[in-house]
């Protein structure tokens, strides 16, 4: 497998004829429960009181590896490169039937730390150029495992839809000396008409033009541009952070079972672009958040034309719905 960049969208894209990648796996003895007989290498755990109760993981068959140089090169008017960088399980309980929203605040408030530490230990590599944790839940967003888990990679490239999150952050930063994130919530927390709920110095919203049905974000009211830093100082993410967290999924599954879960944070300043201009002022521009995005099979025209997204349902109307929904405490 290797990387291709597309000219015309300058977004990466993983091919090669390897057939192995994707889809649920087959569940025999579970890889990821405890003292599980063909565990795979445990990068790092948080540990609890008898055992553990976040790990970190090699996944089994990784689609970045740690060794090597990207080894970044021309084809004609093309670019290809390695598929370096790391690709982790962060198994998010030892438990098989504790989801995130079926968790405790206190496990979810573990797995959430171990996902910093695990992106700021990445970013220590000066090849990283970003990290990104992400969960693919239900057969319609392409689960892969069967226990409780998110997945995490680390890649020598940007993804394309965070360059246009750094684009747009630091060109209304130039012109208004103000973080756009910051803006958006503090709008939406005057309006009110699409916040979901609000916990602390967390608050769950949809956005005014939602990319799909019921599109939720979840965003940190004091700015910050790295998820990390605040997952490694900020005890709030273990009470506000993961009980927002956990309740706006059970809010998100009383409309459908499957999702896609985004953390956005910043790309790695710890070794910036020496040609990229996004890292100089990334601490002022840029504003961490997690995106949810539903996936409803009777709404598949959602996502089918990804430029021009078509949202059958307003975010005032999707948010009315999620805050009355009936979800445990």
């Not at 990821?32 to 068959?61: E, K, L, N, Y």
């Not at 970045?64 to 490169?81: A, K, L, T």
């Not at 990229?276 to 002022?284: E, H, S, V």
Request: charged fraction near 25%; glycine fraction near 6%.
């Amino acid at each position: 497998m290797e990387l291709r960049k597309d000219p015309i969208t300058r977004s990466w894209v993983m091919t090669g004829d390897e057939s192995t990648m994707g889809g649920p796996r087959p569940e025999g003895a579970c890889r990821f429960c405890p003292d599980a007989p063909d565990a795979t290498q445990v990068i790092s755990a948080v540990p609890a009181t008898s055992g553990w109760s976040a790990r970190s993981m090699v996944h089994p068959a990784p689609l970045y590896h740690i060794e090597g140089e990207p080894g970044r090169r021309g084809d004609g008017i093309y670019d290809r490169m390695s598929s370096v960088g790391a690709h982790e399980v962060l198994v998010e309980n030892p438990r098989h039937d504790r989801q995130l929203w079926s968790a405790s605040d206190d496990e979810i408030g573990q797995f959430l730390r171990l996902a910093a530490e695990r992106i700021m230990d990445l970013k220590r590599d000066p090849r990283i150029k970003y990290v990104s944790l992400y969960k693919d839940y239900g057969s319609s967003a392409g689960q892969e495992f069967g226990h409780p888990s998110s997945q995490l990679t680390a890649t020598t490239f940007v993804p394309r839809r965070v360059l246009y999150e750094l684009r747009a952050g630091r060109e209304y930063f130039s012109q208004k000396e103000r973080c756009v994130f910051c803006d958006i919530l503090s709008q939406e927390e005057r309006q009110a008409s699409r916040v979901i709920e609000a916990r602390g110095d967390y608050v769950a919203l949809g956005p005014y033009a939602p990319r799909v049905p019921y599109e939720t974000w979840i965003m940190p009211r004091n700015h910050e541009a790295s998820f990390e830093r605040t997952g490694l100082s900020k005890p709030g993410l273990r009470t506000n952070l993961a009980a927002l967290l956990r309740r706006t999924l059970q809010r998100v599954r009383t409309v459908t079972e499957s999702f896609h879960l985004v953390l956005h944070t910043s790309p790695n300043s710890l070794h910036p672009s020496k040609t990229l201009g996004y890292w100089k002022t990334i601490d002022d521009d840029y504003h961490w958040h997690i995106e949810i995005m539903p996936v409803l099979a009777t709404k598949a025209r959602s996502y089918t034309f990804k430029e021009v997204y078509y949202s059958p349902v307003s975010s005032e109307t999707a948010v009315k719905q999620l805050r009355e929904a009936k979800i445990d405490g």
